[in-house]
């Protein structure tokens, strides 16, 4: 078990992705925190993890509330005495929109959580992981933040996962020394969020699926898995790293 006793905090544990990192997290022997601001749907999404009762524990936290935030943090570090992982998986996305069409409070909400969000909770968990002199971040991006897709408008979106892979370099390279580290992953096209509903129309899927070099569309589990490996002590000298899960999109010219 790769990530036997540690303790991970999980955002946007409701999520497909967020599930399935839980669920891999739980396989590998850790005790998984999930966070996300609905109750009801954390529960639902801990109930469907193997062992649950004994590895999981659901927390309700807004992580743009920093009040919220330093509180279920410290709940966190009281009951387990350490957290090892975060896994700062909580985001928004708005439906593709001319930027020029959006008001601020079309864009903040994106900025709040994508960005924001990310900072506070990261802010308060690195207190505790500098206590302990050991600690793993991943943080999960997008590879929107790399490339924009020509018709779909999702400007304000792109931006703040591009926000995400500086802030990833900037914190690995920050926290090094004090034996911390960090990493992102971008995913590509995956089976999960808003895409799963045009994934359900076989010809919409067939065009997506043309366009990637690994002739599929990703699952969630292709995500956890890479989560896994970089929480592990086997990627003990990886920090700063932008990884993408795509498929080898980000490589091709399509």
């Not at 954390?42 to 009040?67: F, G, H, M, W």
């Not at 968990?125 to 924009?148: H, K, P």
């Not at 979106?157 to 926000?163: E, R, S, W």
């Amino acid at each position: 078990m790769r990530l036997k006793d540690k303790v991970a905090i999980v955002t946007g544990a409701s999520s497909e992705i967020g599930i399935e990192i839980s669920k891999r997290f739980v396989e590998e022997g850790a005790r998984v925190v999930l966070i996300g601001r609905n109750r009801e749907k954390l529960e639902k999404a801990r109930s469907s993890i193997k062992n649950y009762s004994s590895q999981t524990v659901a927390i309700p936290c807004d992580i743009t509330n920093e009040s919220q935030v330093i509180q279920t943090v410290n709940q966190i570090r009281e009951h387990y005495g350490k957290i090892d992982i975060l896994v700062n998986n909580a985001a928004v996305i708005n439906e593709p929109i001319h930027f020029h069409e959006m008001s601020e409070s079309d864009w903040m909400p994106l900025v709040n959580t994508n960005l924001f969000g990310t900072f506070k909770i990261t802010k308060s968990v690195l207190t505790n992981m500098l206590e302990n002199r050991n600690g793993c971040i991943i943080n999960i991006g997008s590879i929107s933040s790399e490339r924009a897709i020509p018709k779909v408008h999702l400007t304000v979106y792109c931006t703040t996962k591009a926000a995400i892979n500086m802030f990833t370099k900037g914190i690995a390279v920050e926290y090094a020394r004090r034996n911390i580290r960090c990493n992102c992953i971008n995913p590509g096209i995956v089976n999960a969020g808003m895409i799963k509903q045009y994934l359900e129309y076989p010809e919409a899927r067939k065009v997506l699926e043309d366009r990637q070099p690994i002739n599929r569309i990703g699952e969630p589990v292709d995500v956890a898995n890479a989560a896994v490996y970089l929480a592990s002590d086997e990627a003990s000298w990886i920090s700063g790293i932008i990884l993408n899960i795509d498929g080898g999109k980000s490589a091709s010219e399509g």
